[in-house]
């Protein structure tokens, strides 16, 4: 079964030997495949593409939270004359 939601105006529906299609009511379109299918495909293959880099920030963000916070310079302190 597909549980991504389908675009507007599209619905799924099942054939006389039980496979699904999805069909668009606005222009009478068919598919076997989810109409969304390129989308997430291409979604999950640039999550996975860029999974190292979102671990190297979650690493690099970790690193920086266990690190000391530098101690603010202090300002000279003005004398009255």
Not at 10 to 25: I, L, Q, R
Not at 38 to 55: L, P, S, T, V, W
């Amino acid at each position: 079964a597909h549980h991504a939601p389908l675009p507007p105006n599209w619905a799924e529906h099942v054939d006389e030997d039980g496979a699904v299609f999805f069909h668009c009511k606005d222009n009478g379109q068919s598919s076997w495949d989810h109409p969304m299918d390129k989308f997430y495909r291409k979604f999950i293959d640039r999550a996975r593409k860029h999974a190292g880099n979102f671990d190297f920030v979650l690493n690099a963000r970790a690193r920086k939270a266990h690190q000391p916070t530098p101690k603010a310079k202090q300002q000279p302190q003005h004398t009255q004359r």
